[in-house]
């Protein structure tokens, strides 16, 4: 069992960044790709970035590029999202999820724990 806790979601202008941070605990010995994934009212969830267990290999939603860096610490099991020039779309519960896989997916069936999810807003 792997067990995920995000923070750092909140209150944001259009324009500003955010930082949001996701700590593993548990079975955190075996190695696993991170994905965020966000999801808006009404809306199916969706992926938002991800990365590969050595950090080597990123991907990110096409709506995200250029303004979104997902990082991660495996000495500290952490992955990060750092959200750049947050526009009012970017609204919604962002998700930290952990892969069955070393190597960066973007599949949201091949992510089998979750985080209960932090919140973002973008007024505008």
């Known amino acids: 069992q792997v067990q995920l806790v995000e923070s750092g979601g909140g209150l944001v202008q259009a324009g500003g960044s955010l930082r949001l941070s996701c700590v593993a605990s548990?079975?955190?010995?075996?190695?696993?790709?991170m994905g965020w994934f966000r999801q808006a009212p009404g809306k199916e969830r969706e992926f938002v970035a991800g990365i590969s267990w050595s950090g080597g290999d990123l991907g990110y939603a096409d709506s995200v590029k250029g303004r979104f860096t997902i990082s991660r610490d495996n000495a500290k099991n952490t992955v990060y999202l750092q959200m750049n020039s947050l526009k009012p779309e970017d609204t919604a519960v962002y998700y930290c999820a952990s892969s069955r896989n070393i190597g960066l997916t973007l599949k949201k069936i091949d992510y089998d724990y979750w985080g209960q999810g932090t919140q973002v807003t973008v007024s505008s």
């Open positions: 548990g079975h955190t010995s075996s190695s696993r790709a």
